[in-house]
Every structure is written in C-alpha cells, then in structure tokens.
Nanobody, 124 residues
Framework: QYQLVESGGGLVQPGGSLTLSCAHS????????IGWFRQAPGRRREGVSC????????NYADSVKGRFTISRDNAKNTVTLQMNGLKPEDTGVYYC?????????????????WGQGTQVTVSS
C-alpha cells in the first residue's frame, strides 16, 4: 500500500520559517521521485519543488528559489522542504506526491500518488 504522510504545517509570521516533512512507504521502488505542490484558495495547484531518487537533482518554482530547500534522507524514507523567508503568498495546502518515473517534474499531472496535505498559513 503506497502511502505519503505530510507533517510540519502551521501558522507563521511573514519572514518566518517552517519545515515540512513527507514520509513515504510501500513503494516497490524504495526511493521514488518526490515533489511538493501547493494550492491556495481559488487557485490551481502549483509545483513548488521536486527531488530525484538519489537527491542529486532538485527543481524549484521561480517563486521559491533562494528561499526553499528540498532534501531527502533515504535511510528514513523522508523528504524535507525547508521554507525560509515565508511570504503571505506562500499560504496554502502543501502536498507531497510521488512518481515512479526517474525524472523530476513540477507538473502535478506527472505524479501518481498523493498525500493528504498540510496547511501552511503565513500571516501577521
């Protein structure tokens, strides 16, 4: 049974930091490509960041480059999204997703398995 579980969301002031974690299990391929996506109210879901199986390749949306960092610990089957310098426009539900392909992507349609999401709110 494939499973992705996000944690770490919450309320933070502008300029603050949060760390999101995605625990993955049940995959035939032990270390799938993992992506982070977010969806704000009234907006479509957008890709935030993605990391390759071995962690060598990473991708970021232009809006988060220089502020967010994605990493993974394959010994613990965990992918982390460190978010610094948060802005109100970063508010939304954040999802991690997995794909069986070896290629990274920021397109949500490329991902087959999704977590339940965690809320991130950036507000003073």
């Amino acid at each position: 049974q494939y499973q992705l579980v996000e944690s770490g969301g919450g309320l933070v002031q502008p300029g603050g930091s949060l760390t999101l974690s995605c625990a993955h299990s049940g995959f035939a391929i032990n270390w799938p490509v993992i992506g982070w996506f977010r969806q704000a109210p009234g907006r479509r879901r957008e890709g935030v960041s993605c990391i390759s199986r071995g962690g060598v390749t990473t991708n970021y949306a232009d809006s988060v480059k220089g502020r967010f960092t994605i990493s993974r610990d394959n010994a613990k089957n965990t992918v982390t999204l460190q978010m610094n310098g948060l802005k109100p426009e970063d508010t939304g539900v954040y999802y991690c997703a997995a794909r069986q392909s070896i290629y990274t992507s920021l397109l949500d349609t490329d991902f087959e398995i999704w977590g339940q999401g965690t809320q991130v709110t950036v507000s003073s």
